[in-house]
């Protein structure tokens, strides 16, 4: 599976993004997509996850209610819907495929190149 998200660029602080994670690869529906984010001088950290079938989804503490994540196998993609941005979501975001949603990114068996979020305040 080769993964290529995209949709980041600038955006002030209480506005919306939409990230796109677009898969290819037939097997696309058996992984789990999860997104990380990392920014500069910090660890690359957990933000949201959907199960294959798209039935569990999974957030951080940090964006439950303002990011929802969805996916469609159709369509060979996963969405990530960030509202009431804050400047403390800038960073790259990434997507990743792996057989279970994880919190960690060590399981992860394909990742995109990620794609820059800036919140200004």
């Known amino acids: 599976v080769q993964l290529q998200a995209s949709g980041g660029g600038l955006v002030q602080a209480g506005g919306s993004l939409r990230l796109s994670c677009a898969a290819s690869g037939r097997t696309f529906s058996i992984y789990a997509i999860t997104w990380f984010r990392q920014a500069p001088g910090k660890e690359r950290e957990f933000v949201a996850a959907?199960?294959?079938?798209?039935?569990?989804?999974y957030y951080a503490d940090s964006v439950k209610g303002r990011f929802t994540i969805s996916r469609d196998n159709a369509k060979n993609t996963v969405d990530l819907q960030m509202n009431t941005l804050k400047p403390e979501d800038t960073a790259v975001y990434y997507c990743?495929?792996?057989?279970?949603?994880?919190?960690?990114?060590?399981?992860?068996?394909?990742w995109g190149h990620g794609t820059l979020v800036t919140v200004s305040s």
């Open positions: 990743a495929a792996g057989g279970a949603a994880s919190r960690s990114p060590s399981p992860y068996d394909y």
């Open positions: 959907v199960t294959w079938g798209g039935g569990r989804t």
